[in-house]
């Protein structure tokens, strides 16, 4: 059976397309700076590379360009070919397992769209998309919510008002669940148990998950993806008290100052960039702002390291780094152990420079005196994708 995975952002689509339940990838590509200037795409198909820089003023445009190029290599006649499409959706709401997609599903995601601002509206428009033009086949939402509904109430409730909580669901949903679930089928398989893990997804969006017995015991994002860590433009963890402070210093309101939190926050807020490139750039240079930057993104990385190694009694079997930036950036997984070290971490320090998901360089990164051994592994949120959509599409 061919499956087909979206991942969409808010300004980009990834996608696979898979023989099931083989987890053969037939083809994957990524869209890039959709509905912003300069944009381009990149399939790969049969080892060789596509790429073009072309209008994507939509998603729907991104969608389009993806079939016709899988018409037009042969991959597929036609879409007849496809029988479940898998979609990744950020924040679930009150849904918290991956389901067929309808209308209602349509009509909630988009009435509590506030959830996930940055990201929904996108994954709603690939709903959209395939069940107009693809009514016939499964299609099945995969939240990024669901991989933490295994947490207990005293984890997942805030301190306020209990009727918050029973009235309005107001509670710690959690995020990037695709890619925690996928590292921790991955540990379960090389470790041979039911592990307690540290996952770090380092990525523009950042969190931290807290794995006891290979089930989600806590994370680090909550009601919503701004939460936790400081990230490439979210702010993380503040003082709540900020927000209505700044609307009466400047008579902001809520709108504009939640967009700034969401957007012009984080490492972008402190620095002008959001990439950690440009950031790693800037600390080697010893630019002072870029330094401030990398003290404050590890600080915190390495204060909810700290938490979680607490809450697993230090009965940890493996802290795992993935994402973009846990993947490919050194200097990240190097500043933030350095300040763990007091816990008996340690990495090699040219096993961390070598171990580079860009260069196909995974595994082991800590030295042989780690109390703890640390991992680098890329993640693969489309295969958790597909395989709910095949399962859901065989049920």
């Known amino acids: 059976m061919k499956v087909l995975a979206i991942n969409a952002g808010s300004s980009s689509l990834k996608f696979r397309l898979y023989n099931m339940p083989e987890e053969e990838v037939i083809a994957k590509g990524t869209f890039e700076r959709i509905g912003i200037t300069n944009s381009f795409y990149s399939i790969t198909i049969n080892n060789e590379k596509i ?3 072309v209008e994507l003023e939509d998603h729907d445009k ?9 018409i037009n290599n042969n991959v597929i006649e036609s879409l007849d070919e496809i029988e479940a499409i898998g979609n990744r959706v950020v924040h679930g709401g009150k849904y918290t397992e991956s389901m067929k997609v309808t209308k209602d599903v349509i009509k909630y995601l988009e009435d509590n769209i ?4 940055l990201h929904n509206p996108s994954s709603i428009n690939v709903m959209k998309y395939f069940l107009k033009n693809m009514p016939k086949k499964t299609l099945v939402n995969c939240y990024d919510t669901a991989f933490h509904q295994t947490m207990e109430e005293k984890d997942y409730l805030y301190p306020v008002p209990y009727e918050w909580y029973e009235k309005y669901s107001i509670r710690k949903y959690g995020a990037h669940g695709l890619s925690h679930n996928y590292i921790t089928s991955l540990m379960k ?4 148990k039911n592990p307690n893990l540290i996952i770090c997804h380092i990525g523009s969006g950042a969190s931290l998950s807290c794995i006891k017995d290979g089930k989600c015991i ?11 860590i400081m990230m490439g433009t979210r702010c993380g963890d503040i003082d709540y008290s900020i927000i209505g402070y700044y609307m009466k210093q400047t008579g902001t309101d809520y709108d504009t100052i939640n967009d700034i939190l969401n957007k012009q926050s984080g490492l972008v807020g402190i620095t002008g960039s959001s990439d950690l490139r440009d950031i790693d750039e800037g600390y080697e240079k010893n630019e002072e702002k870029f330094i401030l930057a990398v003290n404050m993104y590890t600080q915190r990385i390495a204060d909810y ?11 940890v079997d493996a802290i795992v780094f993935t994402a973009g930036g846990g993947e490919n950036d050194p200097l990240i997984r190097l500043e933030t152990i350095k300040k763990v070290s007091s816990l008996g971490l340690y990495l090699d320090e040219k096993l961390n420079e070598e171990t580079v998901s860009r260069l196909s360089k995974e595994g082991l990164i800590s030295s042989k005196e780690s109390s703890i051994p640390i991992y680098m592994y890329p993640t693969d949120e489309e295969v958790i994708i597909a395989r709910d959509a095949y399962n859901i599409a065989n049920k």
Request: include cysteine.
């Open 218 to 228: 806590d994370t680090s994002m909550g009601l919503t993806p701004n939460c936790g």
């Open 51 to 53: 790429k073009k820089e």
């Open 62 to 70: 991104a969608i389009e360009i993806l079939v016709d190029e899988l």
């Open 189 to 192: 398989d090389k470790l041979k």
């Open 114 to 117: 506030s959830l996930s601002p």
């Open 305 to 315: 390291i700290a938490k979680y190694y607490i809450r697993l009694n230090g009965e």
